[in-house]
């Protein structure tokens, strides 16, 4: 309940110019979609290193949340300045704005953020945090588009519109925060893409729900992180 009300009181009622990067086929290399990172940063690179992943070459695409629950949240939020690095931001790299960019008088936005995983923040400086945080928002827009194992494939953190043409007019909430389609166990496709990949919600392994991926499996208390090569999870 407290999450929607400030979700709503700091998303506003549109996504903002970040709303969505385009990028073309990887002629040179792989691609891979990782779920919630949650500040393991040893778990990503366990897992980069299992699959031989090669940053001159390969790309990897993140659902979000690369920050809270984890004490390596300072690593992984850096990971957005990576050339081979493309996230999405999450519900929690939000909650992280409205605490640290746009804190409200009564520190209400702070203490929300921190019970809901920001206490690695006590071990950080609140000033560098807040820059790189800032800077690092403007890596991560709302929503990415890729061209990948022969289709066109849509990611954001959450929840996709019905329709992904309908991206900018959709409530951020939506994208951010949203659980409708999967407590619905909703296999309805959204059009106008071929797939979307999204995070968000923890799952003992990836799901598909239409042409909805979903790859949270919790890395931050069950240990996995799923990080899978497009053609794998793509079928």
């Given at each position: 309940m407290g999450s929607k009300g400030i979700g709503k009181r700091r998303g506003g009622d549109r996504v903002n110019q970040l709303t969505i990067q385009r990028h073309g086929t990887n002629t040179e290399g792989r691609d891979f979609f990782v779920g919630d990172i949650h500040g393991q940063y040893g778990l990503l690179l366990e897992a980069m290193a299992r699959v031989g992943f090669n940053r001159q070459c390969d790309r990897m695409f993140s659902v979000g949340d690369l920050i809270d629950r984890g004490k390596e949240s300072y690593q992984c939020l850096s990971l957005a300045f990576e050339p081979?690095?493309?996230?999405?931001?999450?519900?929690?790299?939000?909650?992280a704005h409205d605490a640290?960019?746009?804190?409200?008088?009564?520190?209400?936005?702070?203490?929300?953020?921190?019970?809901?995983?920001?206490?690695?923040?006590?071990?950080?400086?609140?000033?560098?945090?807040?820059?790189v945080l800032a800077d690092a928002l403007e890596h991560l827009p709302y929503a990415r588009e890729v061209a990948t194992a022969g289709k066109r494939v849509g990611i954001v953190?959450?929840?996709?519109?019905?329709?992904?043409?309908?991206?900018?007019?959709?409530?951020?909430?939506?994208?951010?925060?949203?659980?409708?389609?999967?407590?619905?166990?909703?296999?309805?496709h959204v059009v106008n893409i071929d797939d979307v990949v999204v995070g968000h919600t923890i799952?003992?392994?990836?799901?598909?729900?239409?042409?909805?991926?979903?790859i949270d499996t919790g890395a931050f208390y069950t240990g996995r992180l799923t990080l899978a090569q497009a053609e794998d999870l793509l079928g």
């Open positions: 081979w690095f493309h996230g999405v931001r999450g519900n929690h790299e939000m909650l640290l960019l746009a804190p409200d008088e009564d520190g209400r936005a702070f203490l929300f953020w921190v019970m809901n995983g920001g206490t690695w923040i006590h071990g950080e400086s609140l000033k560098e945090v807040s820059s953190h959450a929840e996709p519109p019905e329709d992904w043409t309908q991206l900018e007019s959709t409530d951020p909430y939506t994208l951010l925060w949203g659980r409708n389609r999967i407590h619905q166990e909703d296999t309805t799952l003992y392994e990836p799901v598909v729900m239409g042409n909805v991926h979903y």
